[in-house]
């Protein structure tokens, strides 16, 4: 692939190739400039050794990235700090300065770990006491440094936090405003391009509970890669307000109709479910694609509804849950929340995911279901990725291949289980 001429010229030439040669390429170059950014530090922190102003006249490393690299002084800085952490420095006397993170130059210089990762494992490590051990300090920073090579910076978050909270426990204080009230008013709207909303104002208690709600919900997230959240604080309130509201009418204390809990109604032939064609009906709102029927079945009551001839209901048979009240306790146990890697999703925004499908005749048992939030059940249905449980009983997901040739399986390290 790497040596096919037709694939390196020009980028207008790269509609020649399949997907796959793009998905695998595009992760060798990503090794490519991780490898190059790693040599560069080398090169930035064997300069200052030397002596940055009389190597170069600028006072400091940041000011030499700054003015010859033309970047922001956040990027400057950021580089410096690299720099200097992953190599060995010269102290005032004259001694040599042992680097912060030896082991994380290291997989830098493989390629194996990029900028996002590295300023993480840089700033758990920044916060170990003196007192602790050297040994001891490269010990966790060998954990940090194996988990980067297949999770991201929000992953590694939660690893060195863990670490540094069996050397210096901390925390921090909880935040809160005081808005002005209003009287209480909701419409809902249907726009002229079909799209579905509501307008409203609320009264200081209400926005209160509500935003207080929303906000851990909103957060913005990154992908298993350590890519940022393209999602724009609108969109993160949006996603939030879609699961906030899967959770609350989920509840059987909530009023519903006919004496249940809250429930939408989905109409659709049952081959058309079979085969994974055509479209179903979704109650108050219209037509919805066959994938979004599938996805819903994962963890809804499937009632099926004879018809006559002119569509008339003639009979209708029980419902049954894809996961009984026991059945959601145990995987609350067993999986923590979301059991796709890098996911700290909790448990109430996610939902029990078949293994094998439910359409392909899937059985509801407990060592047939995961437990995923919205994004990541989307992200099975859609993609390549693919989920099962290991010998231990415990979920575990292979990436596609274009992302891991080797198949290896990865864990979701965000919920401890004790």
């Given at each position: 692939m790497a040596s096919d001429n037709s694939l390196q010229g020009a980028r207008t030439e790269w509609w020649r190739a399949d997907t796959a040669t793009l998905h695998a390429r595009k992760q060798e170059i990503e090794v490519l400039k991780r490898q190059l950014d790693a040599e560069q530090y080398a090169i930035l922190a064997e300069l200052n050794t030397r002596g940055i102003r009389g190597c170069s006249g600028h006072s400091t490393l940041m000011g030499l990235i700054f003015q010859d690299f033309l970047v922001s002084e956040k990027e400057a800085s950021a580089r410096a700090d690299r720099a200097l952490a992953l190599h060995p420095g010269v102290a005032i006397g004259g001694g040599v300065v042992p680097p912060l993170a030896p082991l994380t130059a290291e997989a830098a210089a493989e390629g194996a770990i990029g900028g996002g990762q590295i300023d993480v494992i840089l700033g758990a490590l920044a916060q170990v006491p003196s007192f602790v051990p050297d040994e001891e300090v490269r010990a966790g920073e060998k954990i940090l440094v194996d988990l980067a090579r297949r999770a991201g910076p929000k992953e590694i978050v939660m690893a060195g936090r863990r670490m540094l909270n069996t050397m210096d426990p901390d925390g921090k204080e909880p935040r809160d405003k005081d808005p002005k009230d209003a009287r209480p008013e909701l419409r809902f709207v249907k726009h002229r391009d079909g799209t579905l909303g509501f307008a409203g104002t609320l009264d200081l208690e209400t926005y209160a509970r509500l935003k207080s709600d929303l906000d851990p919900l909103a957060k913005p997230h990154k992908a298993i890669d350590g890519v940022r959240d393209s999602r724009s604080q609108g969109e993160r309130y949006g996603d939030a307000f879609a699961d906030y509201v899967r959770l609350k009418t989920a509840s059987p204390d909530l009023p519903?109709?006919?004496?249940?809990?809250?429930?939408?109604?989905?109409?659709?032939?049952?081959?058309?479910?079979?085969?994974?064609?055509?479209?179903?009906?979704?109650?108050?709102?219209?037509?919805?694609?066959?994938?979004?029927?599938?996805?819903?079945?994962?963890?809804?009551?499937?009632?099926?509804?004879v018809l006559s001839g002119a569509g008339q209901p003639l009979d209708v048979g029980r419902s049954s849950r894809s996961a009984t009240t026991p059945q959601k306790h145990a995987l609350k146990i067993r999986d923590g929340g979301c059991t796709f890697p890098g996911c700290d999703m909790p448990?109430?925004?996610?939902?029990?995911h078949?293994?094998?499908?439910?359409?392909?005749?899937?059985?509801?048992?407990?060592?047939?279901?995961?437990?995923?939030?919205?994004?990541?059940?989307?992200?099975?249905?859609?993609?390549?990725?693919?989920?099962?449980?290991?010998?231990d009983g415990l979920p575990e997901f292979i990436a596609p291949a274009y992302l891991d040739p080797t198949g290896e399986p990865r864990r979701n390290t965000m919920h401890l289980r004790v």
């Open positions: 519903g109709q006919a004496g249940e809990s809250t429930q939408i109604l989905v109409t659709m032939a049952y081959e058309d479910l079979m085969n994974e064609v055509g479209d179903g009906l979704l109650d108050l709102v219209g037509p919805i694609s066959a994938t979004d029927v599938r996805i819903l079945a994962c963890d809804a009551r499937i009632r099926p509804v448990v109430q925004r996610c939902t029990a078949h293994l094998v499908f439910w359409r392909h005749r899937g059985e509801t048992k407990i060592d047939n279901l995961v437990l995923l939030c919205t994004k990541h059940h989307r992200l099975i249905h859609k993609s390549e990725w693919k989920v099962q449980l290991a010998q």
